[in-house]
Protein backbone atom coordinates (compact mmCIF):
# COMPACT_ATOMS: atom_id res chain seq x y z
CA UNK A 1 0.00 0.00 0.00
CA UNK A 2 2.87 2.38 1.35
CA UNK A 3 3.97 2.05 -2.62
CA UNK A 4 0.97 2.43 -4.39
CA UNK A 5 0.76 5.51 -2.47
CA UNK A 6 4.03 6.77 -3.91
CA UNK A 7 3.54 6.04 -7.15
CA UNK A 8 -0.02 8.27 -6.87
CA UNK A 9 1.58 11.38 -5.42
CA UNK A 10 4.34 11.15 -8.27
CA UNK A 11 1.54 11.24 -10.85
CA UNK A 12 -0.64 14.22 -8.94
CA UNK A 13 2.63 15.97 -8.89
CA UNK A 14 3.20 15.06 -12.49
CA UNK A 15 -0.07 16.51 -13.28
CA UNK A 16 -0.18 19.72 -11.33
CA UNK A 17 2.94 20.60 -13.06
CA UNK A 18 1.34 20.06 -16.04
CA UNK A 19 -1.12 22.85 -15.33
CA UNK A 20 -1.24 26.80 -15.96
CA UNK A 21 2.61 26.57 -18.00
CA UNK A 22 0.94 25.96 -20.87
CA UNK A 23 4.24 23.58 -22.46
CA UNK A 24 4.30 20.57 -23.15
CA UNK A 25 6.51 17.81 -21.90
CA UNK A 26 10.15 17.73 -23.19
CA UNK A 27 9.05 21.71 -25.17
CA UNK A 28 10.99 23.13 -22.39
CA UNK A 29 15.26 24.09 -22.85
CA UNK A 30 17.12 23.80 -19.75
CA UNK A 31 16.44 27.07 -17.97
CA UNK A 32 18.38 30.25 -18.90
CA UNK A 33 19.03 34.20 -17.28
CA UNK A 34 16.86 35.06 -19.74
CA UNK A 35 13.54 33.14 -18.44
CA UNK A 36 14.09 35.42 -15.11
CA UNK A 37 11.18 38.22 -15.39
CA UNK A 38 11.54 39.21 -11.96
CA UNK A 39 13.27 42.06 -12.53
CA UNK A 40 10.71 43.81 -14.96
CA UNK A 41 9.43 46.07 -11.99
CA UNK A 42 10.76 50.21 -12.56
CA UNK A 43 13.79 50.72 -11.86
CA UNK A 44 14.42 53.26 -8.49
CA UNK A 45 15.15 57.15 -9.32
CA UNK A 46 18.32 58.21 -10.14
CA UNK A 47 19.66 61.13 -9.48
CA UNK A 48 21.55 62.84 -12.30
CA UNK A 49 18.56 61.62 -14.42
CA UNK A 50 16.03 63.94 -16.20
CA UNK A 51 12.80 61.50 -17.43
CA UNK A 52 11.01 62.80 -20.59
CA UNK A 53 7.53 63.93 -20.09
CA UNK A 54 4.78 61.80 -21.35
CA UNK A 55 2.98 64.50 -23.53
CA UNK A 56 5.88 66.02 -25.44
CA UNK A 57 9.51 64.56 -26.51
CA UNK A 58 13.43 66.11 -26.58
CA UNK A 59 12.09 68.84 -28.79
CA UNK A 60 8.59 69.32 -26.98
CA UNK A 61 7.04 69.69 -30.07
CA UNK A 62 5.64 65.69 -30.23
CA UNK A 63 2.36 64.62 -29.55
CA UNK A 64 0.85 62.94 -26.44
CA UNK A 65 2.34 59.64 -26.00
CA UNK A 66 0.42 56.25 -26.50
CA UNK A 67 0.36 54.11 -23.71
CA UNK A 68 2.03 50.49 -24.50
CA UNK A 69 -0.08 47.90 -26.23
CA UNK A 70 -2.24 45.58 -23.35
CA UNK A 71 -0.64 42.29 -24.07
CA UNK A 72 0.28 39.18 -21.97
CA UNK A 73 3.08 37.34 -22.95
CA UNK A 74 4.94 34.02 -20.95
CA UNK A 75 8.30 34.80 -19.61
CA UNK A 76 10.67 32.88 -21.93
CA UNK A 77 10.30 29.71 -19.77
CA UNK A 78 6.52 29.32 -20.48
CA UNK A 79 5.64 30.04 -17.18
CA UNK A 80 4.49 33.57 -15.39
CA UNK A 81 2.44 35.77 -18.03
CA UNK A 82 3.83 39.47 -17.89
CA UNK A 83 1.25 42.21 -19.36
CA UNK A 84 3.31 44.49 -21.21
CA UNK A 85 0.90 47.29 -20.49
CA UNK A 86 2.04 47.46 -17.01
CA UNK A 87 5.44 48.04 -17.53
CA UNK A 88 7.34 51.22 -16.21
CA UNK A 89 10.48 52.53 -17.60
CA UNK A 90 13.04 54.01 -18.27
CA UNK A 91 12.87 50.55 -20.44
CA UNK A 92 14.01 49.35 -24.10
CA UNK A 93 11.92 46.40 -25.55
CA UNK A 94 13.32 44.84 -28.34
CA UNK A 95 11.24 42.33 -30.61
CA UNK A 96 13.61 39.38 -32.37
CA UNK A 97 13.50 36.52 -34.06
CA UNK A 98 16.03 33.51 -34.94
CA UNK A 99 15.17 33.82 -37.97
CA UNK A 100 16.03 37.63 -38.55
CA UNK A 101 19.62 38.86 -39.41
CA UNK A 102 19.54 42.26 -38.44
CA UNK A 103 18.10 40.54 -35.17
CA UNK A 104 21.01 38.68 -34.84
CA UNK A 105 23.31 41.49 -35.49
CA UNK A 106 22.02 43.98 -32.97
CA UNK A 107 21.36 41.65 -29.78
CA UNK A 108 25.04 41.51 -29.00
CA UNK A 109 24.55 45.28 -28.30
CA UNK A 110 21.40 45.02 -26.57
CA UNK A 111 23.24 42.28 -24.18
CA UNK A 112 25.64 44.65 -23.72
CA UNK A 113 24.16 47.50 -22.76
CA UNK A 114 21.54 45.78 -20.66
CA UNK A 115 24.67 44.96 -18.50
CA UNK A 116 26.42 48.41 -18.48
CA UNK A 117 22.72 50.25 -17.78
CA UNK A 118 21.49 48.21 -14.83
CA UNK A 119 19.65 49.69 -12.07
CA UNK A 120 19.26 53.20 -14.84
CA UNK A 121 17.11 51.53 -17.60
CA UNK A 122 15.23 48.15 -18.22
CA UNK A 123 15.95 46.07 -21.39
CA UNK A 124 13.49 43.59 -22.47
CA UNK A 125 13.70 41.23 -25.16
CA UNK A 126 10.39 39.51 -26.82
CA UNK A 127 10.95 36.50 -28.92
CA UNK A 128 8.49 36.89 -31.57
CA UNK A 129 7.10 34.21 -34.16
CA UNK A 130 9.73 32.28 -33.77
CA UNK A 131 10.46 27.91 -32.87
CA UNK A 132 11.38 27.20 -29.47
CA UNK A 133 14.88 25.59 -31.06
CA UNK A 134 15.72 28.56 -32.76
CA UNK A 135 14.89 30.82 -29.87
CA UNK A 136 16.18 28.95 -27.61
CA UNK A 137 19.64 28.31 -29.52
CA UNK A 138 20.02 32.01 -29.89
CA UNK A 139 19.47 33.18 -25.93
CA UNK A 140 22.18 30.58 -25.43
CA UNK A 141 25.25 31.25 -28.28
CA UNK A 142 25.01 34.99 -27.50
CA UNK A 143 24.51 34.68 -23.77
CA UNK A 144 21.57 36.70 -23.49
CA UNK A 145 20.81 37.45 -19.76
CA UNK A 146 18.47 40.28 -19.79
CA UNK A 147 14.45 39.19 -19.31
CA UNK A 148 12.80 37.55 -22.33
CA UNK A 149 9.03 37.41 -22.86
CA UNK A 150 7.18 34.57 -25.56
CA UNK A 151 5.12 36.36 -28.23
CA UNK A 152 4.46 33.13 -30.84
CA UNK A 153 1.78 35.21 -32.70
CA UNK A 154 3.40 38.66 -32.92
CA UNK A 155 0.33 39.80 -31.10
CA UNK A 156 2.93 43.06 -29.49
CA UNK A 157 4.28 43.45 -33.55
CA UNK A 158 1.27 44.23 -34.70
CA UNK A 159 -0.20 46.35 -31.91
CA UNK A 160 2.92 48.60 -32.83
CA UNK A 161 1.85 48.57 -36.28
CA UNK A 162 4.53 47.04 -37.92
CA UNK A 163 5.39 44.47 -40.45
CA UNK A 164 9.16 43.99 -40.01
CA UNK A 165 11.69 42.56 -37.33
CA UNK A 166 13.74 43.71 -35.56
CA UNK A 167 11.62 46.98 -33.33
CA UNK A 168 12.52 48.58 -30.86
CA UNK A 169 10.24 50.34 -28.33
CA UNK A 170 11.72 53.23 -25.72
CA UNK A 171 9.32 53.42 -22.59
CA UNK A 172 9.62 56.07 -20.15
CA UNK A 173 8.07 56.95 -16.13
CA UNK A 174 4.77 56.80 -17.43
CA UNK A 175 4.72 53.38 -19.26
CA UNK A 176 4.01 55.18 -22.33
CA UNK A 177 6.07 54.85 -26.06
CA UNK A 178 8.29 57.42 -26.14
CA UNK A 179 9.81 56.38 -29.33
CA UNK A 180 9.84 53.28 -31.51
CA UNK A 181 12.79 52.27 -33.50
CA UNK A 182 12.25 49.82 -36.96
CA UNK A 183 15.07 50.45 -39.28
CA UNK A 184 18.31 48.25 -39.76
CA UNK A 185 20.50 47.11 -36.73
CA UNK A 186 21.18 48.76 -33.58
CA UNK A 187 25.24 49.08 -32.25
CA UNK A 188 25.21 49.77 -28.82
CA UNK A 189 26.26 53.51 -29.59
CA UNK A 190 23.04 54.44 -31.58
CA UNK A 191 21.07 52.93 -29.23
CA UNK A 192 22.77 54.54 -26.06
CA UNK A 193 21.88 57.85 -28.17
CA UNK A 194 18.58 56.78 -29.10
CA UNK A 195 18.05 56.31 -24.95
CA UNK A 196 19.55 59.90 -23.92
CA UNK A 197 17.40 61.49 -26.81
CA UNK A 198 13.83 60.07 -25.97
CA UNK A 199 13.91 58.50 -22.22
CA UNK A 200 16.58 61.35 -20.83
CA UNK A 201 19.23 58.74 -19.42
CA UNK A 202 22.46 59.05 -19.16
CA UNK A 203 24.44 55.66 -18.83
CA UNK A 204 28.17 55.77 -17.74
CA UNK A 205 30.97 54.75 -19.83
CA UNK A 206 32.45 52.20 -17.74
Request: proline share 10%.
Amino acid sequence: MRRVAVVLLVLLGALAGCAGGGAQPGELAPPTKADACTPLTPPPAVPGTSPSSPGSGASGTEPAREPLPEVGLPCFDRGRIVYVGQLRGPAVINLWASWCGPCRTELPAFQRYSQRAAGLVTVVGVNSEDSRTGATSIVEDLGLTFPNLVDDRGKLRTALGKTALPVTVFVDRAGRIAHVYNFEALDEDNLELLVEQYLGVVVPRQ
